[in-house]
């Protein structure tokens, strides 16, 4: 992932059909703009960038994104 703009060809998020969620921290080793460029190619995406957290969205705030997620599944 570090290496490349994307680290799937585009065409595999053309054939996303489904809700995705794409879940950064704004201390993430991940990029956000690589986050973003994940988003937009996605047809029902959506975007997350948690406050305060690093890679390991679980542990730093396991509360928020916990909440995030039962709202996503829930739809």
């Known amino acids: 992932m570090w290496d490349q703009p994307l680290y799937f060809p585009k065409e595999v998020f053309n054939k996303i059909n489904i809700p995705v969620m794409i ?3 704004d201390r993430d080793i991940i990029k956000p703009a690589h986050s973003i460029d994940m988003y937009r190619l996605l047809k029902k995406g959506q975007l ?25 599944f829930g739809k």
């Open 23 to 25: 879940v950064s921290g």
């Open 48 to 72: 997350c960038i948690l406050p305060n957290c690093s890679h390991d969205v679980f542990a730093d705030n396991p509360t928020l994104i916990s909440e995030i997620a039962i709202s996503f």
